[in-house]
């Protein structure tokens, strides 16, 4: 079968499961998407720091945080530019578990987060929407070490996991490559596009790409 069928017949696989979101359609390749340039990253110097409404701010550098417990991730990535990449393998670190570890507490107070990365890029997604176990910070996709342009060393990566519908499910954008900072907020704080004009929350199935439809 030539390869643009063949998009087309997964593409109506997947809308018949109901894992197509709205004036999203499927992309065969790992599209990068990105602004600005990609940071050349120093394992050596390299660190995560979790700061802002916590009882004590914590650094994390690259030994420390592989030496947390990881997770593996079977996920549907959808980009707010319209591409959707479907059953894509991630394995990183959970939240959840850097807070199971006892390594960090966060203030009750706390209600919000903001991801720092590498250049200033920034994205905010609520709290409970980061504690989810469709959030991860990702060392790995497909088995291997992130490339460059898909944020090596660490990144965040939000998709919607297949037969889980009560996730709450944002564009890909909320999950920021090169990923050096996680600040917890008690007010919500906009990061990059979401300052630009881009949804605050982003659901993929309400199709919340921007705040004004005349975007
Ligand atoms: N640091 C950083 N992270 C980022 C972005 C960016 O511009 N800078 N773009 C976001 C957007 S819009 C998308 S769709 C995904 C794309 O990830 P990919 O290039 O691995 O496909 O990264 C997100 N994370
Ligand atoms: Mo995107």
Redesign the pocket.
Known sequence: MFSASKRREEEKQKRAEGRLPPGQSLTQK???????PVPSVDLSTWDLKFFGEVESPLTLNWEQFNQLPRTKLNMD?H???RWSMFDSEWEGVTLQTILDEGLLKIKPEAKYVLQH???G?T?NLPLEVMLQENFLFATHYDGKPLTP???YPL??VIGAIKGQEELKTP???K?????RGVEFLTQDQEG??EQAGYHNQADIWKEQRTKSRFF
């Open positions: 790992f599209p990068v998407l990105h602004y600005g990535l980009c707010v530019t990365a590498e250049h890029y994205t342009e898909h944020g990144r965040g564009y890909l954008w999950g920021a490559k090169w990923i990059f596009w």
